[in-house]
Structure formats: structure tokens, C-alpha cells
T-cell receptor, first 115, second 114 residues
Framework: DTGVSQDPRHKITKRGQNVTFRCDPI?????LYWYRQTLGQGPEFLTY????????KSRLLSDRFSAERPKGSFSTLEIQRTEQGDSAMYLC?????????????FGSGTRLTVV | AQSVTQLGSHVSVSEGALVLLRCNYS??????LFWYVQYPNQGLQLLLK??????LVKGINGFEAEFKKSETSFHLTKPSAHMSDAAEYFC????????????FGPGTRLSVLP
């Protein structure tokens, strides 16, 4: 197992374009999380999946954001009509049941720059 | 609601000196507490965690942290800093009543001077 993989590592896009990020969690982990991290800040929770079910969404996740985990394995995060304020590092993490005991395993993140 | 504060957004120490990074939390129920480290352009790596067993927790790379309920603190220490410890450190809190999400502090950037 190679850990949590995120693709791409970097994305530069023009304002108004749509972007999609992919996360492949650790295969035994049924929980998958998306966080956003802006410069100089800690990660902020966006959304969480248990298997294929999206169980929780943050108010940070506006209507332009959508996340899926269709078969309970990999997940995608799509941002439509990107804005400069969307520029951030998007982090994916996974965990087995009981994340509060074990902690998350994070991927290396996707850095998005909107120009 | 949970929250985490980290006193000092930037801490500088000399190589070989004691490292002390502060974390205070608020939680309505007994918390689970974590420290993560982040190197530039990388994700977060778990350093150590407190899950209601021993109050003094040892982690990787020589770091340890002590849970003090009376002070609602979970400060991170290392007796002797190494150049490779230069990174961003995040404290995080979770409790089962808040679902499966962690709340992260704003982070402390550690610089190690030669």
C-alpha cells in the first residue's frame, strides 16, 4: 500500500474554469475526508465520506463544490466556475473506523492556483 | 464546539535547544488530541496522539506531548532540536460527539537556527 495518493499535485487554472481533483485512499480505509488549507492556516474541513455515502459537508463547501466517492474507493472533488479565493491546498485523508482514535493519513495534497 | 489555539505562529530555536510548541483546546467531552507535522508542499504526517491512555505520549522523531486536563493543554516538546525539525506543526482535536472530523489549530512554524 502506497498511502493516500492525490492527483494532480499542482493545478493552475483560469478564473471561471472547472477543475477536478482525485484522491485514492488507503484501500482498507472506509472513511475519506477532504480538507482545504490556505497559506498560513490549518486545514479546514470540507466533507467526509463513509464508503460511498457523503455523511457531512461543511458550510465552506459552496454550491460550486461537489465531491463524490462512487464505489467507496477513490474520490473526486470538483470546483465549478473557479474564483481566486479558491486558491489553496486541497488535502485528502483517509482513516479506518474510529478516526478519532487512530488519526488520519493524509495525501500530499493538490495545490490549486486560480489566475 | 471544539476549538484549538496554538500560541505563537512562529517559533525559532537553536539547534540542540529545547523545542516547546503550545496547544490549548476546548472540548465539551474528553478529547482525542493529535500533533501533525507538515513539510513544505507536503501533506500532514502524524507525530503522536493522545487517546485517553497515558497522559505523556511519545511520538516519532523524538517528540513527546503531555495531556494536562486541568490546563486543557497538549504541548509538544523535544529535548534537542535538529535542523530537520524545521516545519509547520499542527495540533488537532477530535471527540466522538463531533462526528468524525478533526479541528485543526492554525499551526506553528518551527525554525531551527544553526
Amino acid at each position: 500500500d502506497t498511502g493516500v495518493s492525490q492527483d494532480p499535485r499542482h493545478k493552475i487554472t483560469k478564473r471561471g474554469q472547472n477543475v477536478t481533483f482525485r484522491c485514492d485512499p488507503i484501500s482498507e480505509h472506509n472513511r475519506l475526508y477532504w480538507y482545504r488549507q490556505t497559506l498560513g492556516q490549518g486545514p479546514e474541513f470540507l466533507t467526509y465520506f463513509q464508503n460511498e455515502a457523503q455523511l457531512e459537508k461543511s458550510r465552506l463547501l459552496s454550491d460550486r463544490f461537489s465531491a463524490e466517492r462512487p464505489k467507496g474507493s477513490f474520490s473526486t472533488l470538483e470546483i465549478q466556475r473557479t474564483e481566486q479565493g479558491d486558491s489553496a491546498m486541497y488535502l485528502c485523508a483517509s482513516s479506518p473506523p474510529g478516526a478519532h482514535r487512530y488519526g488520519y493519513t493524509f495525501g500530499s495534497g493538490t495545490r490549486l492556483t486560480v489566475v | 464546539a471544539q476549538s484549538v489555539t496554538q500560541l505563537g505562529s512562529h517559533v525559532s530555536v537553536s539547534e540542540g535547544a529545547l523545542v516547546l510548541l503550545r496547544c490549548n483546546y476546548s472540548s465539551s467531552v474528553p478529547p482525542y488530541l493529535f500533533w501533525y507535522v507538515q513539510y513544505p508542499n507536503q501533506g500532514l504526517q502524524l507525530l503522536l496522539k493522545y487517546t485517553s491512555a497515558a497522559t505523556l505520549v511519545k511520538g516519532i522523531n523524538g517528540f513527546e506531548a503531555e495531556f494536562k486536563k486541568s490546563e486543557t493543554s497538549f504541548h509538544l516538546t523535544k529535548p534537542s532540536a535538529h535542523m530537520s525539525d524545521a516545519a509547520e506543526y499542527f495540533c488537532a482535536v477530535s471527540d466522538y460527539s463531533y462526528g468524525q472530523n478533526f479541528v485543526f489549530g492554525p499551526g506553528t512554524r518551527l525554525s531551527v537556527l544553526p
